[in-house]
T-cell receptor, first 110, second 113 residues
């Protein structure tokens, strides 16, 4: 079974902190994605990556950056967390057209 | 550009009722279509898929048929159970390249005993 893991299920951070969300997949997938999920807005794509050291902006990249130094790991970085970044963050990896999701990290910024 | 529109929820049904969640899409070419399900506290998981016109995807009693003429991919189940309570997302994948999946906003289903 494909497995996508995320470093934390729940996270509470203060405004202005630098926040790292980690995602690891175990199936050698080239494509990885970060989404945020908010009530009434569905899934919104933040960043994605086709390969190591490659990244592409999604629909809402502002306030975020990413890092992909190894194929299996895709990190989302909030350089200076703000309260409007309180959300559920979902990581996914993909082979062909089938996408596999991690369990999500619920981030609260206070 | 590509887009997916699905019916807004929440949808509340009694156990054993018939379920339909409507999904229509806009896309160039012939995309692949998907339904994902998100159970409480979990990430999304693929429920079913169809890769060409008139294909029917099915899984766990759920079905959806890829209708090119109406650009639709409606999700149906003949008899829902309490355990089907979840959020359902319709999605499409463009024909070529590594373009990300395009998701609808999701429909929350609650099934009551």
């Amino acid at each position: 079974d494909v497995k996508v893991t995320q470093s934390s299920r729940y996270l509470v951070k203060r405004t202005g902190e630098k926040v790292f969300l980690e995602c690891v997949q175990d199936m050698d997938h080239e494509n990885m994605f970060w989404y945020r999920q908010d009530p009434g807005l569905g899934l919104r794509l933040i960043y994605f990556s086709y390969d190591v050291k490659m990244k592409e902006k999604g629909d809402i990249p502002e306030g975020y950056s990413v890092s992909r130094e190894k194929k299996e790991r895709f990190s989302l970085i909030l350089e200076s967390a703000s309260t409007n970044q309180t959300s559920m963050y979902l990581c996914a990896s993909r082979v062909s057209y089938e996408q596999y999701f991690g369990p999500g990290t619920r981030l609260t910024v206070t | 550009g590509n887009s997916v529109t699905q019916m807004e929820g929440p949808v509340t049904l009694s156990e054993e009722a018939f379920l339909t969640i409507n999904c229509t899409y806009t896309a160039t070419g012939y995309p692949s279509l998907f339904w994902y399900v998100q159970y409480p506290g979990e990430g999304l998981q693929l429920l079913l898929k169809a890769t060409k016109a008139d294909d029917k995807g099915s899984n766990k009693g759920f079905e959806a048929t890829y209708r090119k003429e109406t650009t639709s991919f409606h999700l149906e189940k003949g008899s829902v159970q309490v355990s089907d309570s979840a959020v359902y997302f319709c999605a499409l994948s463009a024909v070529s390249g590594n373009t990300p999946l395009v998701f609808g906003k999701g429909t929350r289903l609650s099934v009551i005993a």
